[in-house]
C-alpha cells in the first residue's frame, strides 16, 4: 500500500519558521524524486520545489528562493520542506508528491499525499 502521510502544518506569525515533513511507505523511495506542491483557496496547485533521487540537486518557484529548503532522506525514507521568513501568501494546503519517470521507453507515475494546512497570519 503506497502511502505519503504530510505533518507539521499549522498556524504561525508572519516571518516565522515551520518545517513539514512527508513520511512515505510503500515504494522504492530512493528511486523517486520528490516534490511539495502547495493550493490557496481559489488557485491552481503549484510546485513548491522538487529534489532529485539522491538528493543532489533541487529547484524551487521564485517565490520561495531563498526561503524554503528541501531535503531528503532515502534512509528514513522522508522528505521536508523547511519554510523560512514565511508571508501571508505562503498559506495554502501543502501537498507532497513523488515521481518516477523515464526517457525511454516514455513513463511517468505520481503519487501523492493528502496535503497538510500551512496559515501564515499577518
Known amino acids: 500500500q503506497v502511502q505519503l502521510v504530510e505533518s507539521g502544518g499549522g498556524l504561525v506569525q508572519s516571518g516565522g519558521s515551520l518545517r513539514l515533513s512527508c513520511a512515505a511507505s510503500?515504494?522504492?523511495?530512493?528511486?523517486?524524486?520528490m516534490s511539495w506542491y502547495r493550493q490557496a483557496p481559489g488557485k491552481e496547485r503549484e510546485l513548491v520545489a522538487v529534489?532529485?533521487?539522491?538528493?543532489?540537486?533541487?529547484n524551487y518557484a521564485d517565490s520561495v528562493k531563498g526561503r524554503f529548503t528541501i531535503s531528503r532522506d532515502n534512509a528514513k525514507n522522508t522528505v521536508y520542506l523547511q519554510m523560512n521568513a514565511l508571508k501571508p501568501e505562503d498559506t495554502a494546503v501543502y501537498y507532497c508528491?513523488?515521481?518516477?519517470?523515464?526517457?525511454?521507453?516514455?513513463?511517468?507515475?505520481?503519487?501523492w499525499g493528502k496535503g497538510t494546512l500551512v496559515t501564515v497570519s499577518s
Open positions: 508528491n513523488a515521481a518516477y519517470s523515464s526517457t525511454w521507453p516514455k513513463y511517468r507515475m505520481d503519487y
Open positions: 529534489i532529485t533521487v539522491t538528493g543532489g540537486s533541487s
Open positions: 510503500g515504494f522504492t523511495f530512493s528511486s523517486y524524486a
